[in-house]
């Protein structure tokens, strides 16, 4: 495939390397958990590196082998590794990075487990983790210190799209310490809209279960960066520290979604502004969260580093939670689900459900309010969700 292929191509063709004996069309599913050695000496070159070639399936299988490299090439950097979740890529990155001692600084706008892994989770081992608005960019001044191993942001930020200009956080963290891992989760934005290697960060984080998979049948998810830097995540987080290894048949159903991934971000994205749209003319709907807004306070950053402005929406409805429950439980077209990125419309309740991790004074902090409701705008036809909307607006 010609280096300089476009997304859609790469996202058909990219980590092919035509290998296979029989020159099947589609990638073989290696369901296997081990590899047999030719002999001693073999195995054991293979365990020192000293020989290439597969030894089990939590150190690389094939199929996933190509899907790392087809996601490596669409987020433009040098090697991806493969994870059985997003959360399993999350763990594995910082454990790669961090040790007792280590600083991370995080937005507090985050997915609900990654803030949750963040504040008691890594946080019981030594590592010190400070929150702080990352839209600011004097706040990530003030809060670097010394030990300062890590910046972690999502953009746009899950459930309510904070953005965060990604090239400005990764010139002041590394003009501070070039050894500082700016890591940023991807995942609402995907490779198609938004390149954060490019933009300067170090490491790239999905949760594949979303638009990358795009069919709501697989959890998986993977890390972006450097070769050096992902052999590591691959030897040390991946291998010895989380185990959380994707499975050669979740591999081969990623490989399939990925196919689609443009021409699927286009549609969900078209779908969005036209939902936004309707949002903007109900009088029902007190306030509306998207970055394609001109009123979103972060809409020129996002101008500047997405191509499209995403599919995921946030909004509040007036009459607060009651009203925004009520709303929910009379949906029939929309699915009543957490996750995104799906063919379907997914709606939730952040406060309630990806984000009941979060105290209250955590929400307030991190400008979720208790009434937001959450849309990943799907792929149905645009007339088909706001009709049901409607009438379920009609109810409340
Ligand atoms: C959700 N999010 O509905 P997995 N990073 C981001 C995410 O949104 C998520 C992850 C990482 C949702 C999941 S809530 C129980 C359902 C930005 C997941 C974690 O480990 O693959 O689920 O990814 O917002």
Not at 91 to 118: E, F, N, Q, R
């Amino acid at each position: 495939m010609n280096q300089n292929a476009g997304f859609g191509t790469k996202s058909i063709h990219g980590g092919r390397d035509h290998s296979d004996p029989f020159a099947a069309l589609s990638v073989p599913i290696y369901q296997t958990a081990t590899f047999k050695f030719a002999n001693c000496q073999q195995g054991g070159d293979r365990f020192a590196g000293q020989e290439a070639g597969y030894i089990y399936t939590r150190l690389g299988n094939p199929t996933t082998t190509v899907l790392e490299k087809c996601v490596a090439t669409l987020e433009n950097a040098e090697a991806a590794v493969a994870f059985a979740s997003g959360i399993g890529a999350i763990s594995s990155v910082t454990w790669t990075i961090c040790k007792a001692g280590s600083h991370i600084i995080a937005d507090p706008t985050l997915y609900g487990c990654t803030h949750a892994y963040l504040e008691h989770g890594i946080s019981r081992y030594g590592v010190e983790v400070t929150f702080t608005d990352l839209s600011d960019s004097n706040n990530l001044k003030n809060a670097l210190k010394d030990n300062t191993a890590l910046v972690y942001i999502e953009t746009p930020a899950n459930p309510n799209m904070k953005i965060i200009d990604l090239e400005e956080i990764a010139k002041i963290a590394h003009a501070y310490k070039k050894h500082i891992k700016v890591v940023c989760d991807n995942t609402f934005a995907t490779p198609y809209l938004q390149q954060p290697i490019a933009l300067g960060c170090d490491v790239v984080v999905h949760s594949a279960t979303k638009y990358l998979n795009g069919h709501g049948d697989v959890i998986a998810g993977f890390a972006c960066g450097k070769e050096d830097f992902m052999g590591e995540v691959r030897m040390l987080g991946l291998k010895d520290m989380t185990g959380a290894v994707l499975g050669p048949q979740e591999a081969f159903l990623v490989l399939r979604g990925l196919k689609t991934l443009e021409i699927r971000m286009e549609r969900h994205c078209d779908n969005a502004v036209k939902l936004v749209e309707y949002l903007k003319a109900n009088e029902k709907v007190t306030e509306i969260y998207f970055p394609g807004l001109p009123e979103h306070p972060n809409h020129e950053v996002a101008k500047k580093q997405m191509k499209r402005f995403g599919a995921m929406i946030a909004f509040e409805v007036k009459g607060g939670h009651d009203a925004g429950a009520k709303l929910l439980d009379h949906l029939e077209l929309c699915t009543l689900a957490v996750s995104l990125g799906d063919a379907e419309t997914l709606i939730e309740h952040p406060a309630s459900m990806t984000h009941s991790t979060y105290s209250p004074e955590a929400l307030a902090e991190s400008g979720i309010p208790e009434g937001l409701v959450r849309i990943s705008a799907g792929l149905e036809n645009a007339e088909d969700i706001i009709a049901d909307l409607d009438q379920a607006f009609g109810k409340i």
